[in-house]
């Protein structure tokens, strides 16, 4: 229903219950409606001696510290923060993210992964990264900034056509993410990966990695994380099964 096209509606009320019920007349009534704004009128009484200012009677859920002030137009309001029928990046205001919704929303979004390619700039010929990542829909943008904003870690980047990721992979940041998760401990299966993970990265960050014995630990590592090894890798490292972790 649209209020402001409703005119008055409602009870009425005597605006004194000191006035006695047999002199109250129609001035002294207010009636408790829903509108627009608030007001105040001049109540007298037969001798024009007594002055009253009285409230107007609203049901407008304190509008008054709102920008709607039509009931109905919320449903305008509420639809920007929703992420349905709309393909736009959706409305958030920026706040603190909850840190035990941030370790839910990571229990089904999250995701821990190492990076292990062949590269000849590197000592051991392979590059290595440890990385977290969350991937949404870019609809979604306003809650991955959120997220980014209340870590203070991480960066955006566009994963696909409709889809943006919010990654974190220096050694810096990802050490505010591991203690993150050592406070605000996971409880899904994706606890297993948190704790592989959290062991290939003090791997690189005491730098192991840099070393034959250290990159074997972070294939063992790989081998039982996410989806293991790819073929490529398996065939790069033909012993890997012998540096297997077992999974949590």
Not at 12 to 21: E, F, M, N, Y
Not at 106 to 124: C, H, M, R, V
Not at 147 to 166: A, R
Not at 221 to 233: A, D, H, Q, R
Request: proline residues 3%; charged residues 25%.
């Amino acid at each position: 229903m649209i209020e402001k096209k409703m005119e008055y509606r409602g009870s009425k009320s005597v605006s004194d219950l000191k006035i006695p019920t047999s002199h109250i007349k129609k001035s002294d009534t207010v009636k408790e409606q829903r509108v627009d704004g608030s007001w105040h009128f001049s109540l007298y009484n037969n001798n024009n001696a007594l002055k009253k200012m009285c409230l107007r009677y609203t049901l407008m859920n304190f509008e008054r510290n709102r920008q709607v002030k039509i009931l109905s137009n919320w449903i305008n309001v509420l639809r920007t923060y929703t992420t349905i029928a709309t393909d736009k990046p959706m409305f958030v205001n920026k706040s603190i993210i909850n840190p035990w919704f941030f370790t839910g929303f990571a229990d089904a979004e999250g995701s821990f992964s190492i990076l292990i390619q062949p590269n000849s700039k590197y000592k051991t010929n392979w590059r290595i990264k440890a990385i977290f990542a969350i991937a949404l829909h870019k609809k979604d943008t306003g809650l991955l900034e959120n997220i980014q904003s209340s870590l203070g870690v991480g960066k955006l980047h566009k994963h696909g056509e409709n889809s943006v990721q919010y990654r974190v992979e220096s050694i810096n940041d990802l050490q505010i993410i591991i203690d993150h998760f050592d406070k605000y401990p996971l409880v899904s299966a994706k606890l297993a990966d948190y704790i592989l993970f959290k062991k290939a990265f003090y791997i690189i960050k005491l730098q192991e990695h840099l070393t034959k014995e250290g990159l074997l630990k972070l294939v063992g590592i790989k081998s039982s994380l996410n989806l293991g090894l790819s073929t490529n890798l398996k065939k790069a490292f033909p012993n890997w099964n012998e540096y297997v972790i077992t999974r949590p």
